[in-house]
């Protein structure tokens, strides 16, 4: 997607849901804006933030996953330290919004489709279900270490079938990544798509199973971002010999416009 004539404009937050009970310093929230008025996104783009109350101390925005969108609201879902964001956004504050930015997961309606998410990962499926014309062709595998009802997940098992595996002793990553790999399996040999988005170390357990399987796997990448449009080339990340742009092989790429979405085969962590 072509980013360098992405619209800014201003929106309301409508509210800020806390979502179960916070875990140390974590905490869950569902941020609802007044809808943009844009006439298209794809499941797995992302927001640049910035509420008015950041003022001259912090200049630039704050990158969010578009959870979901719908005729009246925007909503993003994020896990934030203790108070980092409770008091920035207020309900009937106005934030500036740019986007919708980089690129969003592949959906093919009629091919097997297997979600994978760690954690807060699961943040840009909730859309994608939504958005998918042929639901019953998805199921998810959801593994998270805070409790379940700190997760939107109720939106999800609406609508497809979601196991969870929760981590809270070493043995559940044991379990986890036995699943993780009999899922791909199974998938590849069916030639299904798997879409996975979580944390790093999550991503590259299922990268390193869609190589060996011959999967078909798109990744989105957690990497830090700042301005969100390829302007401070701080959110790179190196293609592989299977990038399509001979010239870009084995070089860097800005993960917010050439991604967050990834092929599995074209990036190196």
Known sequence: ?????????????????????????????????????????????????????????????????????????????????????????LTDDKVRVWGPLGNGFAMEPDTPTLLLAGGMGIAPFIGYVAEH?????????????APIDC??????????????????????????????????????????LILACGPT????????????YHARCQLSLENKMACGVGGCLGCVVRTTEAWPDPAKRGAPVQCCTQGPVFWSDQVIF
């Not at 997940?153 to 196991?163: L, M």
């Not at 170390?201 to 060996?212: C, E, G, H, V, Y």
């Open 201 to 212: 170390p999550f991503l590259r357990t299922i990268q390193k199973f869609a190589s060996q």
């Open 133 to 145: 014309p042929r639901a019953w062709n998805l199921t998810m595998l959801f593994g998270h270490t």
């Open 1 to 89: 997607m072509n980013t360098a004539n992405t619209p800014c404009c201003e929106l309301t937050v409508l509210d800020l849901v806390p979502f179960g009970q916070h875990e140390g310093n974590r905490r869950f929230f569902a941020l609802r804006l007044s809808r943009p008025d844009w006439t298209e996104w794809k499941p797995g783009q992302f927001i640049m933030v910035r509420p008015e109350s950041f003022g001259l101390e912090y200049p630039w925005g704050r990158p969010l996953g578009i959870c979901l969108i719908r005729p009246q609201h925007l909503i993003c879902f994020f896990q934030v330290g203790q108070n980092t964001y409770k008091n920035i956004f």
């Open 151 to 192: 997760y939107p997940v109720d939106s999800i098992n609406e609508r497809i079938p979601i196991d969870t595996l929760r981590e809270t002793v070493p043995g559940d990553l044991d379990n986890l990544i036995f699943s993780l790999e009999e899922r791909i399996k199974e998938y590849a040999s069916q030639n299904g």
